[in-house]
């Protein structure tokens, strides 16, 4: 008869990680491999202290056991040759919880304020607690309303309405948990599938000129670290996380493709040679550093205050986050000539179509067409 035990494992972040333990192994329905364990991707304070710290751990625990109990029952059914029909109901908050909880563990705090947010809303929707059993089609529909007419739950003096791109991208994080959730069998249908994202409007994609990169690099600034690593960006087109995970061990050159980075992205973990330019490795030079990160280690909370200060103290009016630094090199080497998909290739997307907004901000055909009519006017 199989043994299930649930177990915990000290992470590096000081949290603990749940997972089951199967004796004998199981057969993966993935991999079709054997396996004594299955993760659960819940996680735990290791010594909570405060009051809402022993709720989440309490809460999180009961979930994990929860779980087991289901892997118990679908064993001894399958074992005795009975179908699979145990209905499980936990806490849907809690498991939302434990995704976003994740991203944080993984070092994607950028992304983590997102998700945070997106849980935040659900809570402030379901009013704390649903039972996964009591998700249906209609209520996922309800919350894709509700964030539509939703406040921004940040701190403001005056109150105002989600923009419609931010309520996208919340629902879109949501659905994703539906879908994790059908997966891990915490829900009986994919309500996931059934689902209409929400459309995100077209934004103008700032970018800057050559020449606003300059004066940009002429401008003083409090942390002379954001702006090598924000004129790094626009030489480079690389993303932020990226570049503060920069490390000298996968920098080359050699005399058929100079300098290059053999970089696997940090979004979508793929590998390849990234080739840069000498003044975009002059910048890495000037760092003082020959072994390790490059740069060091910064928090994205600490580059945008830097970031917004040096960008008004230099005139420029634009507004400009650090990932405009990205975009203003894909922008750029359409401008200068470079095709499409080589372009896409520099920035590490999948399929050409994502590329394709930079041709909007940058189409020389229309600029062509706009200057080709020519008039002599008296006084102008």
């Not at 179908?83 to 070092?107: A, H, P, T």
């Not at 920035?347 to 080709?372: C, F, P, W």
Request: charged content about 25%; proline content about 2%; aromatic content about 12%.
């Amino acid at each position: 008869m199989s043994n299930i035990t649930l177990r915990k494992k000290i992470l590096n972040t000081g949290k603990v990680s749940l997972y089951l333990d199967f004796y004998p192994p199981i057969t993966n329905p993935k991999t079709g491999k054997e396996t004594r364990r299955e993760f659960l991707k819940l996680y735990l304070y290791e010594n909570p202290k405060t009051a809402e710290e022993k709720r989440i751990y309490n809460e999180t625990l009961d979930l994990a056991k929860v779980i087991k109990s289901k892997r118990d029952v679908q064993f001894k059914n399958k074992e005795y040759g009975f179908k699979d029909n145990i209905k499980l109901s936990v806490n849907f908050i809690v498991f939302f919880k434990s995704v976003v909880d994740e991203y944080y563990d993984k070092g994607s705090k950028s992304n983590y304020g997102t998700w945070k947010a997106s849980l935040n809303h659900f809570e402030n929707f379901c009013g704390g607690s649903i039972l996964s059993n009591n998700l249906t089609i209609d209520y996922v529909n309800k919350f894709r309303n509700y964030l539509l007419q939703a406040e921004s739950t940040r701190n403001s003096k005056t109150k105002k309405l989600l923009k419609k791109n931010t309520s996208a991208t919340y629902f879109k994080n949501f659905i994703y948990v539906l879908n994790l959730a059908y997966k891990q069998n915490l829900l009986e249908k994919n309500l996931a599938k059934d689902v209409e994202y929400i459309k995100q409007e077209e934004t103008n994609r700032e970018y800057l000129t050559e020449e606003e990169l300059t004066l940009l690099w002429n401008t003083t600034i409090k942390n002379e670290k954001v702006k090598y690593m924000a004129i790094f960006s626009a030489l480079s087109g690389l993303r932020f996380v990226d570049i503060n995970h920069l490390n000298w061990s996968v920098i080359f050159h050699d005399k058929h493709q100079n300098h290059y980075i053999s970089l696997r992205e940090e979004k979508t973990k793929s590998i390849k040679n990234h080739p840069i330019s000498a003044t975009a490795f002059n910048i890495l030079k000037a760092q003082n550093t020959s072994e390790g990160l490059v740069f060091g280690k910064i928090k994205y909370t600490e580059i945008t205050r830097p970031l917004k200060d040096w960008i008004k103290l230099s005139g420029i009016k634009k507004k400009i986050s650090f990932h405009n630094f990205r975009h203003s090199f894909a922008t750029l080497l359409l401008a200068n000539g470079t095709d499409i998909y080589t372009v896409s290739k520099m920035l590490g997307h999948k399929n050409v179509s994502t590329t394709q907004i930079y041709t909007k901000v940058m189409d020389k055909n229309k600029i062509e067409a706009a200057n080709r009519i020519k008039l002599q006017l008296d006084g102008l």
